[in-house]
């Protein structure tokens, strides 16, 4: 969800607070994307030095992905409860 909001703000026009809101969104994003690779025990970017870079953002995000956490959101997901029984 967040990577598809950094992709609006890159993409919408200039809007008053646009910058200030997109660096805010974009360190949290960062910050999420430390923790899961943390949680998941794979060497990650740390960005407490600064936000990533693009190319370690998407490696990072590479990273995650072949471990089976899809940032972008692309994989179809079953719709209501995942408990309930066929």
């Not at 809007?15 to 994307?33: F, M, Q, T, V």
């Amino acid at each position: 969800m967040r990577r598809r909001r950094l992709d609006v703000y890159r993409n919408s026009p200039a809007w008053p607070g646009k910058n200030i809101a997109w660096r805010s969104e974009l360190a949290r994003y960062d910050h999420c994307l430390a923790a899961a690779a943390r949680m998941l025990d794979m060497p990650g970017i740390d960005p407490e030095g600064g936000p990533l870079t693009p190319e370690a953002r998407a490696v990072l995000e590479d990273r995650l992905a072949v471990a089976g956490l899809d940032v972008l959101g692309d994989i179809p997901r079953p719709i209501g409860d995942v408990f309930e029984d066929d």
